[in-house]
Structure formats: C-alpha cells, structure tokens
T-cell receptor
Framework: NAGVTQTPKFQVLKTGQSMTLQCAQDMNHEYMSWYRQDPGMGLRLIHY???????DQGEVPNGYNVSRSTTEDFPLRLLSAAPSQTSVYFC????????????FGQGTRLTVV | GENVEQHPSTLSVQEGDSAVIKCTYSDSASNYFPWYKQELGKRPQLIID?????GEKKDQRIAVTLNKTAKHFSLHITETQPEDSAVYFC??????????FGGGTRLMVKP
C-alpha cells in the first residue's frame, strides 16, 4: 500500500492563479481531510469529508474548494491564490471517524508570490 | 468549536532526562486524544493516543495521561535520546469531527 499520496511536493504560484492539490489514498478510508501548517500555528483544518459525496468546512475554509467524487481521491482547489496561502498543506485519511489513527501524506509546500 | 492549547512551545533537555508536554482542551465532548511527532521536513506520525475512558497509557518510553475533569492531557517521554528531537503535536476530537491540533512543541535533546 502506498498510503496517502500528495502531488505536487512543491509549487510556486503567482497571485491570482488557481491550482489543484491532489490527494489519493489506497487504504479504503472513509474520512479524508486537508490541513495547512504555518510556523507556530500547528495544523489547521481547511475542509474534510466523511465519505464520497460529502464534504464540510473546517476552521480555515476561505479561498479553498474541495470535492469527493470517489473514496480514494480528495483534491483541494485554490481558486485565486494569495500570498496568505503560502503554507505547507497536508492531506490525511482515517478509517472510521476521528477516533482512529489519521495517516498523513508527505505534504505540499506552496509558495504564492 | 474545540480549542487546544499546548505548552511549552519549545523544550530543551539533556539526553537521559525526562520531557513533559501539556495540553488543555475546551470541548468536554472530546473523547480521543492523539499525539503526533513531526521530524523536520516530514509528515506528522502518530506516536501514542488515548481515549476518554482511560486515564493513562504507556508504550515503552512514552506515556500519556488524561484528566477529563480538568480537561488536560500530557505526554511524558522518559530517558530521552537525540532521536526524540522533533516537533510534537497534541490533538483532540469527538465522534464526527476532525482533529483539532495544538500549536506544537519543539523538543531538543542535547547529547
């Protein structure tokens, strides 16, 4: 099993550009989520999904969209990139709700100039 | 929503000493409390977790304690080694919600 795979690993965007961060898991996990990690602020939840076709907002959803058309994939879309979205983004998945271990992808380091 | 505070933000210990990291949470409905270790440039990885029906859990040199009444939980690392140097995150959640993380503790173990 590959676990949770994120692409790309690094990305530089210009202000106003859009892009999609990809996340895929092969563990048949129902729950998937996106976090951003900024220095000194831990991991903050952007959006999450409890199953295919179901998504919800987390703590910092503005400027991001998600969809969950399959169990395996949970892409994160930046609609119009801003310098404040410069961060490291982590995708995570877990088997059955939050009371089980969350497995993280390797992260995407995004810089918006 | 849930709010998790973590202290200290940095911790420096001598190799062989113990390290303690403390977290408090606000939502009394939270019932799952994992701890993650993140090495530089790597992804967070689970090192230990505890559920609200348990007061303490131990795994070799690592232990976690939970006080539901006071709404705080702690990570204890004994006989620290240089490879324990990393950033540690606590988190809390209840059924149906995602994890809320603390701000992290950078642990440095000096040889």
């Amino acid at each position: 099993n590959a676990g949770v795979t994120q692409t790309p690993k690094f990305q530089v965007l210009k202000t106003g550009q859009s892009m999609t961060l990809q996340c895929a898991q092969d563990m048949n996990h129902e729950y998937m989520s996106w976090y951003r990690q900024d220095p000194g602020m831990g991991l903050r939840l952007i959006h999450y999904s409890v199953g295919a076709g179901i998504t919800d907002q987390g703590e910092v959803p503005n400027g991001y969209n998600v969809s969950r058309s399959t169990t395996e994939d949970f892409p994160l879309r930046l609609l119009s990139a801003a310098p404040s979205q410069t961060s490291v983004y982590f995708c995570a998945s877990s088997y059955g709700g939050t009371n089980t271990e969350a497995f993280f992808g390797q992260g995407t380091r995004l810089t918006v100039v | 929503g849930e709010n998790v505070e973590q202290h200290p933000s940095t911790l420096s210990v001598q190799e062989g000493d113990s390290a303690v990291i403390k977290c408090t949470y606000s939502d009394s409905a939270s019932n799952y409390f994992p701890w993650y270790k993140q090495e530089l440039g790597k992804r967070p990885q689970l090192i230990i977790d505890i559920r609200s029906n348990v007061g303490e859990k131990k795994d070799q040199r690592i232990a976690v304690t939970l006080n539901k009444t006071a709404k705080h939980f702690s990570l204890h690392i004994t006989e620290t080694q240089p490879e324990d140097s990393a950033v540690y995150f606590c988190a809390a959640s209840n059924a149906g919600n995602m994890l809320t993380f603390g701000g992290g503790t950078r642990l440095m173990v000096k040889p």
